[in-house]
């Protein structure tokens, strides 16, 4: 349901790029993405913070809910600033890690060959993520000279395909 959800958001930006602009150039427009994400985000903390709450409280579902909205907001707002073609990509990639790490775990019977063994190394490979991102971003803005990294967005796109796999796994 989430996903679905996602990704008719997402398809919904890129039928209407006047909402995209609307979010840009509007004053107001600029505070929706930033809502959805403080909506996802204390959504997720309340979550988090309590085991009740995830396992068996009524305010679970709402709580799901709020995030789910409150991230595809954002996910299709940031989305609609990329070429539709990337973002279908994304979502294949996404889809198909999804589907293997899955197949992986649930056909998997030997416990030696557990892929949470990974999380240590997520730390280093979220730094480096980031980092990847900062220079990224220092590029799109003219700061870093145009080509600095070669072939960045392919790059950053299977970086972070991956790093999603580990977390995902982990």
């Known amino acids: 349901g989430q996903l679905l959800f996602t990704a008719g958001a997402i398809h919904a930006f890129h039928l209407n790029p006047s909402i995209r602009d609307w979010m840009i150039w509007h004053p107001a427009g600029r505070k ?3 809502l959805g994400l403080l909506i996802s985000t204390i959504a997720y903390w309340i979550t988090a913070s309590s085991e009740n709450i995830r396992r068996a409280s009524l305010m679970r579902w709402p709580l799901l809910v709020a995030f789910t909205i409150g991230e595809s907001v954002a996910v299709g707002f940031i989305s609609s600033v990329y070429a539709y073609s990337s973002v279908i990509k994304a979502m294949v990639a996404t889809a198909a890690t999804t589907l293997s790490v899955t197949l992986y775990t649930l056909l998997q019977r030997n416990p030696k060959y ?5 999380g240590r190394a997520l730390a280093g490979l979220g730094m480096a993520f980031l980092m990847y991102g900062v220079i ?3 590029t799109l803005f003219g ?3 145009h080509g600095f990294l070669p072939y960045s967005e392919a790059i950053y796109s299977v970086f972070g395909a991956g790093v999603f796999s580990l977390y995902l796994a982990h």
């Open 32 to 34: 929706v993405p930033l």
């Open 114 to 118: 557990d892929l949470s063994q990974w």
């Open 136 to 138: 990224h971003v220092l």
């Open 143 to 145: 700061i870093l000279p």
